[in-house]
C-alpha cells in the first residue's frame, strides 16, 4: 500500500511543473502583440478607409437606383402614350 502511495505522489509531483517553466519573458522594449491595430493613428486609418468605402458604395448603389427609375419612367411614358393613343 505504501508502495502505491509513494508512485502516486511521485506521478503527482512530476506533473505539476513550476510556474516559472511556462512563463514567456519578453523584453522590455518589444511591442505587445496587437499593438499595431490599438495604435491611434491606424485606427484613424481604418476608420477613414472604411467611411470612403462606404460612401462610394453608396453611392454606386444611389446610381443604379437613379439609371433603373429613370428606366422605370421611360416605360411609363411610353404606355402611357399609348394609353392616350387608344382613347
Do not use: C, W
Amino acid at each position: 500500500m505504501s508502495i502505491l502511495r509513494a508512485s502516486s505522489t511521485a506521478r503527482f509531483m512530476a506533473l505539476r511543473a513550476p510556474a516559472p517553466m511556462f512563463v514567456r519573458n519578453y523584453s522590455p522594449d518589444t511591442r505587445a502583440e496587437g499593438a499595431t491595430a490599438s495604435s491611434t493613428g491606424f485606427k484613424n486609418r481604418e476608420q477613414a478607409s472604411e467611411s470612403k468605402y462606404i460612401k462610394e458604395h453608396e453611392a454606386e448603389r444611389l446610381k443604379q437606383a437613379k439609371e433603373k427609375l429613370a428606366k422605370a419612367q421611360a416605360e411609363v411614358d411610353a404606355q402611357q402614350k399609348i394609353v392616350d393613343k387608344s382613347t
